[in-house]
């Protein structure tokens, strides 16, 4: 079984910083797709970012792009979403999850597990 669990989230000011952590059970972290994903009240889940397994490609949606940044540390099961400038509207849950087959994919309907959500705040 793979067990993703977030941490990192919390209230920033406008402007601020924050950097979300995931770590992942399981040998095979190395192959998995890491995607992170947002859910703000009363919206959609929406895809924020993702990187491919070796660390060597990401994409980012539009609305975060210049001011996230995702990585991976393939030695300590980790994946990072760097989050700078942050807005009023980055306010969501945000979840990590794991995608076992390759390419990067920005539907949750391609990722296969999931963290529990950490809150991130942003105060204006």
């Known amino acids: 079984q793979v067990q993703l669990v977030e941490s990192g989230g919390g209230l920033v000011q406008a402007g601020g910083s924050l950097r979300l952590s995931c770590v992942v059970s399981?040998?095979?972290?190395?192959?998995?797709?890491m995607g992170w994903f947002r859910q703000a009240p009363g919206k959609e889940r929406e895809f924020v970012a993702s990187v491919t397994g070796s660390g060597g490609a990401t994409f980012c949606t539009d609305s975060v792009r210049g001011r996230f940044t995702i990585s991976r540390d393939n030695v300590k099961n980790m994946a990072f979403l760097q989050m700078n400038n942050l807005k009023p509207e980055d306010t969501a849950v945000y979840y990590c999850?794991?995608?076992?087959?390759?390419?990067?994919?920005?539907?949750?309907?391609?990722?296969?597990?999931w963290g529990q959500g950490t809150q991130v705040t942003v105060s204006s």
């Open positions: 999850a794991a995608r076992t087959l390759p390419g990067i994919a920005t539907s949750g309907s391609f990722y296969h597990y």
């Open positions: 399981g040998r095979t972290f190395s192959s998995y797709v």
